[in-house]
């Protein structure tokens, strides 16, 4: 049996609903209708690195390691990219290798460096692009660049307030180039590898709607209705790709997944929480605020010399609008969520906050102000959870100084931002006009194809996605997968096995102990709740 995964980047339902897919989307419309859908909760934070890194190992973030774009590093006080280096545990492609299958992975984030595996991959998002090391195998990368000189991640995106009809054009178009470059490019790899599992990323859903939310919208989109037939032209070009790749197939043979890392919706509000912080007397602004040309100048600046090599390009928290050396606390990086560092002496270079009791009672402070902090425009709570990365992560032993001191985790739709305010304001509501979205939690899920129920779906968890694709290709899954098998989906009873060691499969740090009485003790607990072990 094959397996085709094609990943719909931010895709919704409340985008792909019954109206688009009935009237211009035959393909996965026809899917949705033989198969099982619904909901899939992404995971937190809801971003796409993390999202799809747990989607391919079949392990939350807190087991992975990657929560977002970046990592810091309390000791040189730096942020770097987070990369496939950062995963903790193979991805399925490795582990489905070594069990002897032929894999391939199109555009999939979060996949450069390319690992080693039986068969193709071709990395997506997260990578530097076409010109980096971005296949494996490495000399795979001129085959396909000679049948696709224009292939990339995504399509460029000119970004405007407001789009004229030629602008939007453009834009879906470009757009539409991308999707039919995922095609291409699955067809190359569908020449050279008789593959078992193969899966293709479309980025450009996500793309589409966070520069157009909107128009995309099932409650908002027929107020533009000229955008709207554009922007659904662009999904009648995506469902023909989808046909294309099912004709890959044979869908009586196969079994096909269509899934998103996460949903969207619409922007609400943008928070400056070092704002905050200002205001509460533990961060200090640098105070003048660099003008818009400054602002500009500074940016070329700082793309030049990262083209020198001297200098990453990624904004460090000493560049930031305040001063960090001065300062208890800030929000130095965001992922979705905020992540607030505290300024401990002798973790960071700069530090000034004793270990102890000094630094207990500022968690505390800090940990009720942002808990309590309210939206004057609402009435609202800002944040959902305020927690360490321990509480809000679900961390038990990993080095949770990555990932900040507190983590805020603001309400749906309010997107976090790092830099100073203008005007001594920490909260921007998002103008009524604007067509921004954002990302939240509910994403979708479809199985169809052989051996799959035609009903209507529970809504279940993005972890659970790889251990399902590995029941149902009847492999063994590893032991260390957080995700279960939804065994309501097939047909008939899948039989679940677990691998009874660790299957050789490097990744950044193999030195995970096996199974521990209580991850036995788990698993048993997940295979009991299914039915197949009493
Ligand atoms: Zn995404």
Redesign the pocket.
Known sequence: MKVLIIGL??ATWNVLDDSLLGQHMPNLNKLKSSGTSGVLHSTEPP??AA??TTCITGCHPHTHGIIGWHEYSCSEDRLRISTSDSCKVPNIWQELSKQGLKVASINV?WTFPCKEVNGIMIAGYGCPGPESQFTYPVDFKDELLKRIPDYDIVAKWDKSKTYSPDELDANMTRVERSFQQRVEAAKLVSEKLNWDVMMIQFHDT?LIEHHIWPYLDKTTRDQYPQQRDRVFESYERLDEAVGELLDLISTKESMVVVVS??GLCRKVARVKPNVMLCQWGYLESKGKLRTTIQRRLRRSFDSSRSKDGKKSGIKQPKEYDFKWPDSKAMVIDTAVNGHLFINVKDRQPDGIVEPGTEYDKLLEELRERFGNAVNPHTGELIFSKVGTPAEIYDFSDTDTTMFGDLVLVPQPGIELVLSDSKDGEYIEMTRSDSLMGA?CYEGIYLFSGRDIKNSIGEQTHIVNIAPTIYAALGVELPMYMDGSVLGTLFEKEVPVSYQKSRIDVSCRSDDRQVLSTEEEAEITKRLSALGYVE
């Open positions: 980047d931010g971003i796409t999202s799809w984030p996500d890392d996460h990302h």
